[in-house]
């Protein structure tokens, strides 16, 4: 088995990397869609918005002719930790160009591999800067050094899921999944009134990552703004595999329900193996991070896992609700298309969302887009949701979302619950609550 420089097997790296983007990606998760009561949409604290865009840009045809257009992506493909980026970015091109493309153009993918490195993710973008019209549909958690580059060529349109606070920041940067810290309080009201006793004795596990546990301190202080009790929270270590310790520590803690949606699918399916081992059955809530067709199969099987709920603000795009939005179907499709026999994932729906947001800006922006009436075209979308993929947001305002879906494990499969129905004016999405923003916007 192949080492790493450090001398971890790539297996053991390979958990290592899941569990520090665990708390990253459920921010992304949590903030994939935007919809608010109010007619004024709240931006993102730290989020530009009212900079001009470039003069230089309108001038600027850079990575784009009369037949095609070019988009940079850089993604960390090293042990296929986010290749889903990548393929969902193609994907949704794939499909543009067989419409015949975006006004005629047709969108080529210029793909490259960070190596889950700082370094060669600044290279990266740098280049793509040079010779692509935009970056589109990256993920990593390197996203940062790129970040760099992109700051200083604000003429570049930026339409991915940035993880890094700063480039998501950037008045050139825009997501169909807007980060901000803090947590959506409508699940933890949901939860609150369904089980008002045990939001009292609380618990969850956080992964010993600085990301993780900065969104945490987001959630925390959102169940505290409500009310709950945290009784157990311990951080654990990225290489832990058995949580039998921590489930006989939470139930002499006294816990009776328990957060596990800051936990990638393959620890998540750990605890409920203990969970079980130990004949201990709190409350369990899943997420975003955890959503996955290998978690019922990984936790032991159904009658393990049962009972168990599932909290994000996605549809159920793995198929459950194909029949009922047809953007899932098209999704899949054309994820098969591209890489036949990959499983989607959270990051290959980012990508394909990411890329639509681009075509869509492209497509506004008329028969002779620059760089720079694309980042206007933009600044106009101010209502996206995939086609219901994932609730409406407002990538123009980075607007983290107050929308979200229940589901629950009967059977082995997720159903919906208690959501409103799917051709209603939510679209299945459950809108009444807030965000809660943590620190506070200033």
């Known amino acids: 088995m192949r080492s790493t420089s450090d001398g971890m097997t790539s297996r053991q790296w390979a958990s290592r990397l899941a569990v520090a983007l665990s708390g990253v990606v459920l921010a992304a998760t949590l903030t994939a869609c935007s919809s608010t009561n109010s007619s004024t949409p709240t931006t993102a604290a730290g989020a530009t918005t009212k900079s001009t865009v470039p003069p230089a840009a309108f001038k600027d045809y850079t990575g784009i002719t009369s037949s095609s257009v070019s988009v940079g992506n850089v993604s960390t493909l090293y042990l296929g930790i986010f290749k889903g980026a990548g393929i969902g970015t193609q994907a949704y091109a794939d499909y543009i160009n067989s419409q015949g493309g975006i006004n005629g153009r047709k969108l080529t993918v210029d793909s490259g591999d960070d190596n889950y490195s700082g370094a060669p993710n600044k290279q990266l973008t740098q280049a793509d800067v040079q010779k692509d019209f935009a970056m589109v549909g990256s993920f990593s958690l390197q996203d940062s050094f790129g970040g760099t580059v992109l700051a200083a060529n604000p003429s570049v349109p930026n339409v991915t899921v940035s ?6 920041a950037l008045p050139n940067s825009f997501s169909p ?26 618990g969850a596990l956080i992964a010993d990552q600085p990301s993780a546990m900065s969104k945490w301190q987001g959630e925390k202080a ?4 409500l009310g709950y009790q945290v009784v157990y929270d311990p951080t ?3 290489t832990t595999t058995d949580f039998t310790q921590n489930v006989i520590a939470m139930r002499n803690a006294g816990v009776k329900i328990l957060f596990l949606e800051q936990m990638p699918e393959n620890y998540a399916a750990s605890v409920v193996k203990a969970l079980n081992q130990q004949n201990f059955h709190p409350v369990l809530v899943l997420g975003g991070s955890t959503y996955s067709e290998a978690l019922v199969a990984n936790s032991g099987g159904a009658a393990n896992i049962d009972g168990s709920y599932l909290e994000q603000n996605t549809s159920l795009y793995l198929g459950e609700d194909a029949a009922s939005i047809p953007a899932i179907g098209t999704f899949q499709t054309w994820v098969q298309k591209a890489s036949p026999g990959f499983k989607p994932d959270l990051y290959t729906l980012y990508g394909w969302l990411s890329a639509e947001l681009f075509a869509q800006a492209l497509k506004t922006a008329g028969a002779n887009p620059s760089r720079g009436s694309v980042l206007q075209a933009l600044r106009g979308v101010t209502s996206f949701s995939g086609g219901n993929i994932v609730g409406m947001s407002n990538p123009a305002q980075k607007t983290p979302t107050n929308c979200f879906i229940i589901a629950h494990i009967e059977n082995g ?14 679209h299945g999405y459950i809108c009444s609550y807030p965000y809660f923003y943590y620190p506070p916007p200033s």
């Open 163 to 168: 993880l890094d606070a700063a480039t998501n």
């Open 177 to 202: 999944a807007p980060a901000a810290g803090g947590w959506q309080l409508g699940p933890l009201t949901y939860f609150q009134k369904k089980y008002p006793s045990d939001v009292l004795h609380t």
């Open 222 to 225: 959102a169940m505290a703004h």
């Open 236 to 238: 654990f270590d990225i």
């Open 413 to 426: 499969q997720f159903q919906r619950l208690d959501d409103p129905p799917v051709n209603g004016s939510t």
